[in-house]
C-alpha cells in the first residue's frame, strides 16, 4: 500500500523579493505560528548542540532496553516542479563543507568497507552513503547524514557512555535494526549507527529489509485502515476545494510557471521549495515571475486548518490506531520479553519516513507533537526499578522530550502517581487490549475487518 503523508508538512517562509536567504537567530520560540520558524524546525538545520532528556531517572533506576523509531535525514525532493531549473544541490560528502561532522570522514571509509555485513534482499544492492554531485530525487544529502551523526552520537553519550546499555563485547543478538528499501533510510540508519557504535564490526550488523512504510510485516492486510486513509484524504480534498484563497495562489503559481494548475499542484511544488529554504538556494524564477512568500502565506494558512480539522474529525486518529499495531505490537512483544529477563534485541533500531512517525504519534494520543522533521527521533526506554527489581516502566522521548505523560495511555495515571515513568502494563494493555476499543473490536485482526456501525 503506497501511503501518502497526510499530516502537512510545515515548510513555507520564502523570501520573494531579494533572492537573498537570510537565516533567522532561533534563539526563543515566537508566541505567534510563524511560517518561517515552522520551516527552519522542520529542517532542522544542525547547528546548536541539542538538550535532551533521553536517559533522565532516579538513581536506582536501571536502563535495560532502548527502541528508536527515526525519519531519515534532509533529503533531496521527491517531486520537481515542471518547467523549472532542479535546485543545485551537491550530494557528495565532503568533510571541509558545512554542515559536517568530526567523525564524517571516518564514516565514509568505513562505509567503504561494508561488504561484509548481512543485509536482506535488495539492500545489498543500494549505496551506503551519497555520492552524487547533483542529488538524485529523494537522495540523502550532507545535511542528512550529519543530522543522523549528531543523532548517534547523542544516544552514545547517553546509554553507552552513561548507561553502559551496550558493553564493548556486545553481539549481534543485542541489535535489531530494520529498514525500508530506500537509500536514504538505510543511509540514515548507517549514520546514526556509526556514531553510535563508532568502527562497529561489520559482521555482527545484520541490516532487515522493511517493505512497508507503516511496518505491517506481515500482518498488513488491513481492509479498514485502507478504508480510513481513503476517508481521511476525502477530508483533505474536501477542505482543499472549499479554500478559494487556495485555488487562487495555484492558479497564480501555475500561471509563473506556465503549466495548467492542476498539473502544478500534482508536482507538489512545496516539497521541492522546502529543498531550497533548508539549502539557502534562491527560488526559481521564470520569464513571468517569481514563486513568493505571498504564495507561501496562503498554502501555510490552509495547512494549519487542515492539520486542526484533522484532529477534529478524528478519521486520521481511526487510521494510525490500524497501520501502527503491528509495529507497536512487536515493539511491546520485545520489551515483554527483556522484563522477562532475555538479553537479546535491547538495542532496536528503526530507519522510516515521515508518514511512519506521524500515525505512531497519533496512535500514542500525542496531539502535541510536530510534523516529524527530517532526522526526528522516538525513543521508547524501558527502565526496571531497582528497589522493586520485578517492576518495570516506560518512558518515550520524540525529539529528546518526554512526552510519555501526553500519551493517552499514562495521561491518567500521570495525575494520580508520583512515579517519573508509566507502568509498562499501561502500554501493553493499551497495545493489546484498548486500542481496538474505539472499533466496538477485541483484536486487530476484528478491527481490520469490522465496518462501522
Known sequence: VHLI???????????????????????TEPPAIDPVYEAHIYCNIPTIAERSMEGHAPHYFKLVSVQVLIRHGDRYPLYAIPKTKRPDIDCMLVPSRKPSHPQLEAFMKHMSKGSATQMDG??????????????????????????????????????????????????????????????????SALALLYTFLPDFDWKKINMRHQWSTIFCSGSCDCPMRNHYLEEEQRRQY?????????????????????????????SNPIDSLLCYFCHNVSFPCTKTGCIGMEHFKVIKRHQLEDEKERQEKKLYFLYALLATHPLLNQTVNRLQRIAEGK???????????????????????????????????????????????????????????????????????????????????????????????????????????????
Open 5 to 27: 503523508p497526510v499530516n502537512p508538512i510545515r515548510e513555507d517562509g520564502l523570501n520573494p523579493k531579494s533572492r537573498k536567504r537570510i537565516m533567522p537567530d532561533l534563539l
Open 122 to 187: 535488495s539492500l545489498s544492492s543500494l549505496p551506503r552513503y551519497p555520492s552524487h554531485s547533483l542529488c538524485e530525487m529523494g537522495e540523502l544529502t550532507q545535511t542528512g547524514v550529519v543530522q543522523h551523526l549528531r543523532n548517534g552520537q547523542l544516544l552514545r553519550e547517553i546509554y553507552i557512555n552513561k548507561h553502559k546499555l551496550l558493553l564493548s563485547d556486545w553481539t549481534a543478538k543485542q541489535l535489531y535494526l530494520e529498514t525500508t528499501g530506500k537509500s536514504r533510510t538505510l543511509q
Open 238 to 266: 474536501s477542505l482543499r476545494v472549499k479554500n478559494s484563497d487556495l485555488e487562487k495562489i495555484y492558479v497564480d503559481m501555475a500561471k509563473i510557471v506556465g503549466i495548467p494548475t492542476r498539473q502544478l499542484r500534482a
Open 343 to 453: 538479553k537479546e534485541e535491547v538495542f532496536v533500531l528503526y530507519s522510516a519516513h515521515d508518514v511512519t512517525l506521524s500515525p505512531v504519534l497519533s496512535a500514542l494520543g500525542i496531539t502535541e507533537a510536530r510534523f516529524p522533521r527530517f532526522a526526528a527521533r522516538l525513543v521508547f526506554e524501558l527502565w526496571q526499578d531497582g528497589k522493586r527489581p520485578k517492576e518495570h516502566f516506560i518512558r518515550i522521548l520524540y525529539n529528546g522530550a518526554d512526552v510519555t505523560f501526553q500519551t493517552s495511555f499514562c495521561k491518567d495515571y500521570y495525575k494520580r502517581s508520583s512515579q517519573p515513568m508509566c507502568p509498562v502494563e499501561k502500554f501493553v494493555n493499551f497495545v493489546k487490549r484498548d486500542m481496538f476499543l474505539v472499533f466496538n473490536s477485541t483484536s486487530y485482526y476484528d478491527a481490520c475487518r469490522r465496518r462501522p456501525l
